[in-house]
T-cell receptor
Framework: DSGVTQTPKHLITATGQRVTLRCSPRSGDLSVYWYQQSLDQGLQFLIHYYNGEERAKGNILERFSAQQFPDLHSELNLSSLELGDSALYFC???????????FGEGSRLTVL | QQQVKQSPQSLIVQKGGISIINCAYE??????FPWYQQFPGKGPALLIAIRPDVSEKKEGRFTISFNKSAKQFSLHIMDSQPGDSATYFC???????????FGSGTKLNVKP
């Protein structure tokens, strides 16, 4: 158990809908990263927050947004969903240095 | 543009054999190179990591070899075991750890 909690574990929705994925980092970790893993694909970096502040963005679509709250949990919002958004979304947390990422078990999103 | 290129995509090794996975990068600003191991249904977990000031790091049966001039690094799994069957990802990051770029993954199958 990495200590990172992601909810929901599975989500099935329709095209055009909006969903919110939640991540609770390990106790004490200030950094939260979001990654997308499509079928047989690697991990695509979406966004990184550190102590509530956005630190870096990857290839995150404009339909996607995220935030980190004062209690350090993070939410990834996906809107106007398309079939191609079906993927496993991982959250990872880190204390910052030396940089080890602790991944949750992911939220599997299926868009029908 | 893929920041970290990983090969092979899949690998079959007999029990007791050596598994070798290779990665290459272009950005010379990267200075932290971790390897992650992912079992089905789980998030990736850190296996071993190296910084470019050393050419090799060994932890048990797992060794990272690093070639700074060639901008390549590899994971060697000695005496491979069926329990090592998993997907392995190489990654790279700069010192601020704002972004981690992952390779596309190698699915390793160790035959008993």
């Amino acid at each position: 158990d990495s200590g990172v909690t992601q909810t929901p574990k599975h989500l099935i929705t329709a095209t055009g809908q909006r969903v919110t994925l939640r991540c609770s980092p390990r106790s004490g970790d200030l950094s939260v990263y979001w990654y997308q893993q499509s079928l047989d694909q690697g991990l695509q970096f979406l966004i990184h927050y550190y102590n509530g502040e956005e630190r870096a963005k990857g290839n995150i679509l404009e339909r996607f947004s995220a935030q980190q709250f004062p209690d350090l949990h993070s939410e990834l919002n996906l809107s106007s969903l398309e079939l191609g958004d079906s993927a496993l979304y991982f959250c990872a947390s880190s204390v910052g240095v030396p940089g080890e990422l602790f991944f949750g078990e992911g939220s599997r999103l299926t868009v029908l | 543009q893929q920041q970290v290129k990983q090969s092979p995509q899949s690998l079959i090794v007999q029990k007791g054999g050596i598994s070798i996975i290779n990665c290459a990068y272009e950005n010379t600003a990267f200075d932290y190179f971790p390897w992650y191991q992912q079992f089905p249904g789980k998030g990736p977990a850190l296996l071993i990591a190296i910084r470019p000031d050393v050419s090799e790091k060994k932890e048990g049966r797992f060794t990272i070899s690093f070639n700074k001039s060639a901008k390549q690094f590899s994971l060697h799994i000695m005496d491979s075991q069926p329990g090592d069957s998993a997907t392995y990802f190489c990654a790279a990051s700069m010192g601020n750890f704002n972004k981690f770029y992952f390779g596309s993954g190698t699915k390793l199958n160790v035959k008993p």
